[in-house]
């Protein structure tokens, strides 16, 4: 099994473990994942998201060569700027969903670690006669995500930058190498918990003191490590799709609602398409939602709300669920999934069938949060 830098520290922190993400031993939780979870909506956490791939592209041609077969506008980002953007198949299927930051001589793709093999060989395939270098960073650096009203705050004093909070999304800031940090740390603004938050992206050798300095300077804000269970409660709150569960290669980004991934106006990519064709042409089939269920969150129901579990609408199958959590904002169950178009309005009544029933759920449009 896969382990992170943080693995040891982890470890004596009292973490329990367990397998994600195609065979990455990760920090499920630290004290339980409820407290997790309140102390991102309330504070700050921190969590390592080593696990996620880093890919970098360098080269003249970079911006020009990605621009062409990703879904989003790449030439035009400067120095600091990032956008999201899909990569797809020629039928439009989504094989990886990128987040995209341009540096002073380089381009870097984080992106979910189901995706890295594919995206890499789909990538290498592309260079022909482009004066550009692809590589895989991801054992050489690390990654640490900062979460929370305060993560700002705290963010900035670690770094010593200022005006964190102003950063536009997948927008990032460099920190140079100095006496305290060896390596530089990229800082990106990305919102996935619902929450102000930001990935501090540095070479392994650093990540134990940036993660030790942000715990210590965190004190002052109550910060909070936090594990992949909370990270995963915060992210179905927000709505926000990922790779493994909603987004999958036999999803269109349309069906997921990921517009902002796509540049209309720019030429051909690969999909471009059938994406296209979908959007001015006709309509998705089907689209994410997301549903609360009835069942009282403090009964002693113990129905599974799983993964793939299907969706019904009286007796017709209408989709199928993605993911599932008790959202502890919320105080209920919640899930994500794929319905078709006659009860994706917002107050839908569905059913879902659990481990041992099915239980009645109302459809709601995303975010949760408000």
């Known amino acids: 099994m896969k382990t992170t830098p943080f693995h040891h520290i982890h470890e004596l922190l009292g973490a329990t473990f367990a397998e994600k993400h195609q065979g990455w031993n990760i920090a499920a939780h630290f004290t339980d994942p409820v407290s997790e979870h309140h102390a991102v909506r309330n504070g700050v956490g921190v969590a390592d998201v080593s696990y996620r791939s880093r890919h ?5 041609d970079r911006a020009k060569f990605l ?8 030439e035009t980002l400067s120095a600091g700027q990032g956008t999201y953007a899909t990569l797809l198949t ?24 189901e995706t890295a093999e594919n995206l890499f060989s789909e990538l290498d395939k592309y260079i022909i006669a482009d004066d550009v270098e692809l590589s895989d960073l ?50 990106m603004r990305t919102d996935t918990t619902g929450e102000v938050g930001y990935m501090l992206y540095t070479s392994a050798e650093v990540l134990t003191s940036l993660w030790e300095a942000l715990i210590t300077e965190g004190s002052q804000f109550n910060v909070q490590p936090i594990g992949w269970n909370a990270l995963e409660s915060l992210r179905i ?16 980004p349309l069906e997921a609602e990921l517009e902002h991934a796509i540049d209309f106006e720019k030429g051909c990519y690969i999909g471009q398409e059938i ?11 089907r689209l994410l939602r997301g549903m609360e269920i009835d069942d009282n969150p403090t009964s002693q129901d113990n129905s ?22 008790f959202a502890p904002t919320l105080g209920k169950k919640i899930a994500l999934g794929y319905v078709r178009i ?3 309005e917002a107050g839908s009544r569905v059913q879902i069938e659990t481990s041992d029933r099915r239980v009645d759920a109302t459809v709601v449009l995303l975010p949760f949060l408000a």
């Open 237 to 252: 709150e927000a709505g926000i799709p990922r790779y493994g569960t909603e987004l999958t290669d036999a999803v269109i």
């Open 304 to 325: 599974e709300l799983r993964s793939g579990a299907p969706i019904f609408n009286g007796d017709k199958e209408v989709g199928w669920v993605t993911s599932a959590t």
């Open 275 to 285: 994406v296209a064709r979908m959007k001015y042409r006709g309509h998705p089939n």
């Open 67 to 74: 621009h062409r077969i990703i879904s989003n506008d790449i």
């Open 138 to 187: 991801t054992a050489e650096t690390g990654g640490i995500a900062v979460h929370g009203p305060k993560s700002s705050e705290l963010v900035q004093s670690v770094l010593s930058v200022s005006n964190l909070a102003t950063l536009p999304e997948r927008h990032s800031c460099v920190r140079k190498a100095d006496a305290s940090f060896a390596h530089p740390i990229v800082c």
């Open 342 to 344: 006659a009860v994706t």
């Open 56 to 60: 970098q592209l360098t080269g003249d």
């Open 90 to 113: 020629h039928r439009g299927k989504i094989i990886a969903d990128l987040n995209i930051y341009a540096l002073e001589d380089a381009i870097v793709i984080d992106s979910a670690p």
